[in-house]
């Protein structure tokens, strides 16, 4: 039996030389979800993580529908719902105290018609047991890139410091998964189009239980509470804490005394429930995620993709980022697994995958930009938003908005 991955740690000799075949930089969903895929057509592959680890604070949690049919299909769906997770039929939400069913997942013609809620490091350290069975898988931990290997007008791998030295990865494909401050994207000289959205978000967490969570509780997770008021507030119960999401306009955080105190205010009389939660956060509690938008004109280079967030910065709203990153790595294997198999993936390979999913990732852009509009009213505004308000009339629309979220306008699969 092979020992969980979330115990093995690699002991690679320093100034280490290793070949293979395709080397991702980034151990999160995309890059996960690629290196395992990849293994499993029989092509070796290395996944660089620079942490040693997968907890982290503040990271998407959300599992869609459509990601949850690819695990299906990966085999991994019964392993991954014995895990701890809440599952959400509908995505509710309180306009100024009044409760509106923003989408419907019930009507999916998905597996599971719920959206499914659980620690992003469960979820990545499921996919890195499942690479660990795999023998042409290897994750390598605390493997931070720092550079580029080149040669011949394209990129032929990455060096990385490692805890024992330097490692040099060279690779027929590298394919960069390390999100939206991507050093390795950087690196190429692409450069995103977009800029920063109206809204940042304030991250935070507040105890509220006193002793152990019962068994019971750590089975069925409670789901996310929203509500939107001067801005919108999101509260994840995590059993021992909530971990809460406040919506803010962008740049109006500053760290200040006054602006803790603005928070307060603001959460109170958004979501009053939580008045004791924040009552005694410091600043020092905080973490600012300032929201961008944007995405690369040209994913690729000769010997180099990007996916995911590298490719296109998303906001949170909707938690669609996740899922779009997934679908991201699921065309890149279906695509590139042929050309790996022949040799080094050519300019117009690489090309394929970005037409695949470029569609998609403007359609999801411009309806995130779109929902900005309501996300940041204040004050009170005389009517609700046109969305809204259509959604609140015509509840059908509510199964669009839900295809739209749980699936998106493009799902992958592992067969096409």
């Known amino acids: 039996m092979v020992p969980s991955s979330r115990f093995r740690t690699e002991n690679l000799p320093m100034d280490t030389d290793l070949p293979t075949t395709c080397v991702i930089v980034g151990g999160g969903p995309a890059g ?25 604070d503040f990271r998407g949690d959300t599992i869609h529908p459509a990601t949850q049919d690819l695990l299906a299909e990966m085999g991994l769906l019964d392993d991954f719902l014995a895990l701890p997770h809440a599952d959400m039929p509908r995505v509710r939400m309180s306009w100024w105290g009044q409760d509106l069913t923003l989408a419907d997942f019930t009507h999916l013609r998905t597996r599971r018609k719920v959206m499914t809620f659980m620690p992003q490091g469960d979820f990545l350290d499921l996919l890195a047991d499942a690479g660990a069975r795999e023998p042409q898988f ?121 602006d803790l105190a603005a928070m307060r205010t603001r959460v109170a009389a958004i979501a009053p429930s939580l008045t004791p939660a924040v009552g005694a956060l410091e600043v020092g509690d905080m973490r600012l995620l300032r929201v961008r938008i944007q995405r690369l004109r040209r994913w690729f280079v000769p010997g180099l993709l990007c996916i995911g967030d590298a490719a296109h910065a998303m906001s949170p709203a909707g938690g669609v980022g996740i899922n779009l990153a997934i679908q ?89």
Not at 35 to 46: C, D, F, H, M, S
Not at 371 to 392: I, V
């Open 328 to 416: 991201d790595a699921v065309a890149a294997v279906r695509l590139l697994a042929p050309a790996l198999r022949r040799g080094t993936p050519s300019v117009a390979d690489l090309r394929r995958v970005q037409q695949r999913r470029m569609f998609p990732t403007r359609v999801i852009q411009g309806t995130q930009r779109a929902m900005q509009r309501f996300l940041l009213t204040s004050p009170r505004p005389r009517r609700m938003p046109l969305t809204l308000r259509m959604l609140a009339r015509f509840p059908v629309l509510t199964r669009l908005t839900g295809r739209l979220i749980g699936v998106g306008p493009r799902p992958e699969h592992l067969d096409g």
């Open 138 to 258: 290897r994750l390598i931990r605390r493997a931070e890139v720092v550079g580029l290997i080149q040669e011949d007008g394209r990129v032929a791998g990455v060096r990385a410091s490692t805890p024992t030295g330097e490692l040099s990865v060279r690779a027929r494909l590298v394919i960069a998964a390390d999100g939206r401050d991507s050093a390795v994207r950087d690196a190429t000289g692409l450069i995103p189009v977009g800029g920063a959205a109206a809204m940042d978000v304030l991250w935070f967490r507040r105890l509220f239980y006193t002793s152990p969570s019962p068994p019971d509780r750590q089975k069925s997770r409670s789901l996310p509470f929203f509500s939107v008021g001067e801005g919108l507030v999101i509260a994840i119960d995590r059993n021992e804490f909530l971990q809460i999401a406040h919506v803010i306009p962008a740049g109006s955080w500053r760290g200040e005394t006054r």
């Open 32 to 56: 996960m979800i690629a290196g395992l895929l990849l293994a499993r057509a029989g092509i070796e592959v290395v996944v660089l993580e620079k942490h040693r680890d997968f907890l982290r």
